[in-house]
């Protein structure tokens, strides 16, 4: 029997709706879905191969043990009872601070998965949960609180809509246009703006090859000086007197602090800082001031770099003071599907737990990732001993991973949840199979407020799930039972579900009251979502109406100079040239064909790009006499890596750029992944010294390394 099934890629946050053709129970196609109203028809080339995913020979179908150094299969009663057991038991002799959880990616997109593994921690009482937030995004956030005072108020830019479009560390043609935001047509919408002759200037390191498509003007800039560069701007607008005189008057304080912050910053100054013309800082300073409808975005490129929060800091007050906030054309705020919840007052808040390790605060209810294998290794009380890691790869994808190694190596218990045996799970006890997106019903992701418009879908199974694989809510429901905690740590909702099973319900009505205990108080009901298989727009993209009412700053005002960031940002300092030849910056890269740790293992993936590299300029190959595939050995403070060179002239002289996620050098269940491994370049980010001081994020971009022709071990 052939049918086509309605549904949604879950791989990032675009949450394209496709088209799956179903042959006797067996997934034989994926196509984009043109009736749905947010991807209209839009699918990459990852949602397009899922299905080599979903019957990888690879893939891990039934829970397995370590048993004298190899994997033994088990059943799920006897893999969650001695789990639960020996969790019982650290909790008991060791307090609850002794277990941790990691939320990785793979959780990020199926909210049952990531509220139960949060809730799990919260319902032990263990503040210790760690996310990809704090390797790639945390900084943005932090800085939309200490602009904004909500570190949820993400502005989504109007790439359809904007006359100037000013992009910052980005590359949004490999992104797919998104770093948290829903925008799955960023492309046929920047294409229609450009054709009414809306301008793009991209600034990185290393040419965005992949989007210079959709790019007027690209300017090559030093690593790790993003917030120099913005300053100028501001500089420039300011003294040139081009701000939004009318909308900073209104709803901004703080901008005589700014002006006095910016001064220094000349178009010369920012030059000898950035290495951009100071003729062409004012030019990108004038044209987007004067643009009346334009955005600046900072991605991954500024926000994983060493002052994070405060290049993040920069971009939003350069939208602020130029009335782009909240505005067509500029950056849209999304309301969100849940209305957000007013902030506790000061009194009734709740002493915020501290990590032992660098005294981190738990912020977003998460400490930095960068603290994590110290957490493990540094004895005494509270030390962490247990680890339950979700749809994640920290092996891979955290700092200092030879630290790492051994930290894990150290473990009482590790448990991944995960559809792989991979390289975190090579330390593990226990590995429990999950099903992919396609084995179990959802809701796409945007329970948080970053959609381009308000857009919700609901999607069924598409297929039974595989072998003995389950879904996370699955996994967790069995976890909580074991430890005598109610479902998703809520009394009335264990009720329901309890009553469910003893009707001999499935999995799809306990998903369906877990959603809607999820989606309580949404502006959309399950039972409306599910009448709209294609998904629903289910309210109107509005402006104005986001500042200053959803402003989280006392005052409700948007602070152009946070007293929190005012020292820090006079003390900020350049980065200054060690003087050796062989010196260089290192910044991370990505590709469309993989998302971060993922999808290594899917043939028709590999064959866009079979490894990583080491890229860096012509100009320096030819000083340090290396050939284009020969290899290299690039040194750090904290380790070294052994890459084969790519040589080119599309990245900045100076800068070595090694896209992250790779080394599958680990005895994983990933065969075709381990055949060409590549390096990870985490092992050459210190995880202590060059964190954001705000957030405890690591430095994949900005940390300085030496790189020497051959490989030296
Ligand atoms: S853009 Fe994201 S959601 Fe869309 S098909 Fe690609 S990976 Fe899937």
Not at 9 to 26: A, N
Not at 308 to 323: H, K, M, P
Not at 337 to 348: G, L, M, N, Q, V
Not at 361 to 390: H, K, N
Request: glycine share 8%.
């Amino acid at each position: 029997m052939i049918e086509r099934k309605i549904s949604f890629c879950r791989i990032c946050e675009c949450s394209c709706g496709v088209v799956v053709t179903v042959e006797d129970g067996r997934i034989v196609q994926v196509e984009p879905d043109r009736e749905n109203p947010l991807s209209a028809g839009h699918l990459c080339i990852k949602g397009k191969c899922f299905p080599e995913v979903v019957y990888d020979p690879d893939r891990l179908l039934h829970p397995v043990k370590r048993v004298d150094g190899g994997w033994q299969r088990i059943g799920w009663a006897q893999a969650i009872d001695e789990i639960g057991e020996r969790l019982a038991h650290l909790i008991d002799s060791n307090g609850a601070r002794a277990v941790a959880g990691y939320i990785g990616g793979g959780a990020a997109f199926y909210p049952p998965s990531w509220q139960l593994a949060a809730r799990f921690l919260r319902a032990i009482g263990s503040p210790n949960r760690f996310s990809p937030a704090t390797i790639d995004a945390i900084n943005w956030l932090r800085a939309c609180e200490g602009v904004l005072g909500d570190r949820a108020l993400i502005g989504i830019p109007e790439w359809g809509d904007a006359k100037y479009m000013l992009v910052i560390g980005a590359n949004p043609l490999t992104t797919n246009f998104s770093m948290l935001q829903v925008m799955p047509r960023g492309l046929e919408l920047v294409r229609k703006a450009r054709q009414r002759g809306a301008k793009v200037v991209m600034v990185n390191p290393r040419r965005p090859v992949e989007s210079m498509g959709i790019t007027d003007e690209h300017l090559f800039i030093v690593p790790s000086t993003d917030v120099f560069f913005v300053m100028g701007l501001i500089n420039v607008i300011l003294r040139e007197a081009l701000h939004d005189k009318e909308y900073v008057a209104s709803y901004c304080s703080g901008l005589e602090t700014l002006r006095e912050l910016v001064a220094d910053y000349t178009p010369e100054a920012t030059e000898r800082i950035t290495g951009i013309p100071a003729d062409k800082v004012v030019q990108v300073a004038r044209d987007f001031a004067r643009a009346r409808g334009a955005f600046a975005i900072a991605h991954t490129g500024v926000s994983m770099a060493p002052n994070g929060t405060l290049g993040e800091w920069a971009v939003i007050v350069l939208n602020a003071i130029t009335g782009n906030l909240d505005r067509p054309g500029g950056l849209y705020f999304d309301p969100g599907i849940i209305p957000s919840k007013p902030k506790a007052a000061p009194s009734e808040r709740r002493p915020v737990p501290v990590s032992r390790v660098r005294d981190y605060r738990l912020y977003g209810s998460e400490f930095p990732c960068s603290i994590l294998a110290d957490e493990i290794l540094m004895p005494g009380e509270g030390q962490i001993r247990a680890l339950i890691v979700t749809g994640g790869n920290p092996m891979l994808s955290f700092p200092n991973a030879n630290k790492l190694e051994r930290a894990l190596d150290q473990l009482d218990l590790l448990v991944c949840i995960d559809r792989y045996v991979n390289e975190t799970a090579t330390f593990a006890d226990y590995v429990l199979p999950a099903t992919t997106f396609f084995e179990r019903p959802d809701v796409s992701w945007p329970l948080t407020p970053t959609s381009a418009v308000p857009f919700l879908q609901w999607a069924d199974r598409v297929i039974e799930p595989l072998g003995e694989s389950k879904t996370e809510l699955e996994i967790f429901r069995m976890l909580y039972q074991r430890l005598g905690i109610p479902l998703m740590n809520h009394p009335g909702l264990e009720e329901e579900v309890r009553a469910a099973e003893e009707a001999g319900e499935g999995i799809e009505a306990i998903s369906d009251l877990v959603f809607t205990f999820l989606m309580g108080g949404a502006r959309v009901s399950l039972d409306e979502l599910k009448q709209h298989p294609h998904g629903l727009i289910f309210g109107e993209k509005t402006f104005g109406q986001s500042i200053p009412d959803r402003l989280g700053t006392p005052d409700k005002k948007i602070h152009l100079a946070p007293e929190e960031f005012v020292e820090p940002i006079r003390q900020l300092e350049p980065p200054v040239p060690d003087g050796q030849d062989n010196s260089f910056i290192l910044i991370c890269r990505r590709f469309l064909s993989s998302f971060n740790t993922s999808y290594h293992n899917a043939p028709s993936l590999r064959k866009v790009i079979d490894e990583n590299f080491a890229e860096i300029s012509a100009h320096d190959a030819g000083r340090l006499d290396i050939a284009d595939g020969e290899y290299v050995t690039v040194q750090s403070k904290v380790g070294r890596v052994i890459a084969k060179a790519k040589v080119s002239d599309d990245i900045a002289p100076g800068v070595v750029a090694i896209p992250h996620g790779w080394g599958h050098v680990y005895e994983t269940s990933q065969r075709l992944a381990r055949q060409t491994p590549g390096v990870n370049p985490n092992v050459l980010i210190d995880d202590e010294a060059s964190c954001d001081p705000f957030t405890g994020n690591p430095a994949q971009n900005g940390t300085r390394v030496w790189v020497t022709k051959g490989a030296v071990v």
